[in-house]
């Protein structure tokens, strides 16, 4: 490390190291400074930017009391509201005055240690990624149900979005030349700006450096419900992006494209199921309500995905009847195959991990048996 920072200190730049805040009274000050301990012995010129979202706890007005008694400069910049990860770090870089910008947490899960290694790198990269996938990185401290959440969103992004050869696409602590960015229009939505850039940014050069990453150990996780829906918009958004500025139309892209659709369609039918059930249970016992929901949502499923996800515009009767025969086969076998899994993993895991690897495997089952079987379709189109 001694050699890298000696490297470091012969050229002079300014650093901008950017860290968004909510409710981290208790960790920003220390987190401050041993960013500042980590780049002593450098000649760097640096400013650290805390972008708070008017933190209950004072978090905000906490840097700004002991911005006034060092001799390096420390700016925050406070927000009205709790406004998202991704446009926290997007406002943080429109003050930003370095040539190279850093976005780590503030949480402790992000070394200040690694910085100067990730600024030597820099040098010869556009964009830095301090990974917890690549050989030698790896996480300390997420339960399991964590870990199996990170991985899946690790997954969704490379599937959908074909990123290839990154393996921590998701990361939340990187650094990147700011002229990289400075033609590039971000949508801010959710809590992965990295995401953003790695599909906006074209011909950057990529370099991951592994590090650990340890859970917080004060503080409570920013992992929620919404925080989870607005990563969908946004690889959804990005998704969209992505076929808007492409020029062929690729085999994965039309497979995706009627996976998404599958899926969103699936999801309206459990709002056909629960609406029908409630109605119907006023008149009726609630087996009966609930046995109508389920034919009713498995009907309107197999009608919109006939028409929307398969464009299938043959409706002659023994056709029509002869798929509806094979969907109702393969919703019951998906049912069967989500049940015998669930049951399987529940004396290794929770239920709501058992439930969400079984839901999972047998909507793709699910998928896949309609798309090749009931429509006649290739697999991979």
Same mark, same amino acid.
Do not use: C
């Given at each position: ?12 730049r300014?650093l /901008? ?11 920003i000050?220390?987190?401050i $400074?041993e960013i500042n301990?980590s780049? @002593?012995t450098?000649n760097? $010129? ?12 004072g978090? =905000?007005f906490i ?11 420390i ?12 446009s926290a ?14 976005v ?6 992000h ?9 030597k $790198?820099?040098?010869h990269?556009d964009?830095v990624?301090?990974? &917890?996938?690549v050989? =030698?990185?790896?996480?300390?401290g997420?339960?399991l149900?964590r ?6 969103a !690790? ?6 979005l074909?990123i %290839?050869?990154? !393996?921590?696409p998701? /990361?939340g602590?990187?650094?990147f030349?700011k ?12 809590y992965k700006?990295?995401?953003?850039i790695?599909?906006k940014?074209?011909?950057?050069? *990529? ?5 650990t990453?340890t859970?917080?150990?004060? =503080?409570?996780s920013?992992l ?8 969908l918009?946004?690889?959804? &958004?990005l ?5 808007k ?6 085999? /994965?892209v ?10 969103t369609?699936g999801?309206? =039918? ?5 609406g ?7 008149f009726?016992?609630?087996n009966? #309500?609930?046995?109508?929901?389920? /034919?009713a ?8 995905? !006939?028409?929307w996800?398969?464009e299938?515009k043959n409706?002659? *009767?023994? &056709? *029509? ?6 969907y109702l086969l393969f919703?019951s076998?998906? #049912?069967f195959?989500q ?6 993993l529940? %004396?290794r895991?929770e239920?709501?991990?058992?439930l969400?690897?079984s839901?999972?495997l ?6 896949l ?7 006649k379709e &290739? @697999?991979?189109s």
């Amino acid at each position: 490390m001694h050699s890298q920072i000696e490297e470091l200190s012969s050229i002079k730049r300014k650093l /901008s190291i950017i860290i968004p805040t909510y409710n981290e009274s208790d960790n920003i000050i220390k987190l401050i $400074e041993e960013i500042n301990s980590s780049l @002593l012995t450098n000649n760097i $010129e640096r400013e650290i930017i805390v972008v708070d979202d008017n933190s209950p706890d004072g978090t =905000g007005f906490i840097v700004d009391e002991y911005a006034k008694r060092v001799n390096y400069t420390i700016r925050v910049l406070h927000r009205k509201g709790k406004n998202g990860l991704a446009s926290a770090i997007i406002d943080g870089i429109s003050i930003a005055e370095g040539e190279n910008i850093l976005v780590m947490d503030a949480d402790f899960s992000h070394p200040p240690s690694l910085i100067p290694l990730m600024l030597k $790198e820099l040098e010869h990269n556009d964009l830095v990624i301090a990974s &917890r996938y690549v050989n =030698g990185g790896r996480i300390v401290g997420w339960p399991l149900k964590r870990k199996l959440l990170s991985n899946l969103a !690790k997954k969704i992004a490379e599937l959908i979005l074909k990123i %290839d050869g990154i !393996k921590d696409p998701l /990361s939340g602590f990187f650094g990147f030349k700011k002229s990289i960015i400075s033609m590039t229009k971000f949508d801010g939505l959710g809590y992965k700006l990295l995401l953003e850039i790695i599909i906006k940014v074209h011909n950057a050069s *990529i370099k991951e450096i592994p590090y650990t990453f340890t859970n917080r150990k004060s =503080g409570a996780s920013k992992l929620d419900i919404t925080t989870i829906m607005d990563y969908l918009r946004s690889i959804w &958004r990005l998704y969209r992006y992505g076929r808007k500025n492409s020029n062929e139309r690729r085999g /994965s892209v039309l497979f995706l494209s009627k996976a998404s659709r599958f899926y969103t369609i699936g999801f309206s =039918g459990l709002f056909v199921n629960y609406g029908l059930s409630m109605i119907l249970a006023s008149f009726i016992d609630h087996n009966s #309500a609930m046995l109508a929901g389920i /034919s009713a949502s498995i009907t309107s499923n197999f009608i919109l995905n !006939k028409l929307w996800t398969f464009e299938d515009k043959n409706f002659g *009767i023994k &056709r *029509i009847l002869k798929q509806y025969g094979l969907y109702l086969l393969f919703s019951s076998v998906g #049912a069967f195959i989500q049940f015998m899994i669930t049951n399987l993993l529940m %004396d290794r895991v929770e239920y709501e991990i058992a439930l969400l690897i079984s839901v999972g495997l047998a909507s793709i089952g699910n998928f896949l048996f309609n798309k090749k079987f009931t429509f006649k379709e &290739r @697999l991979w189109s």
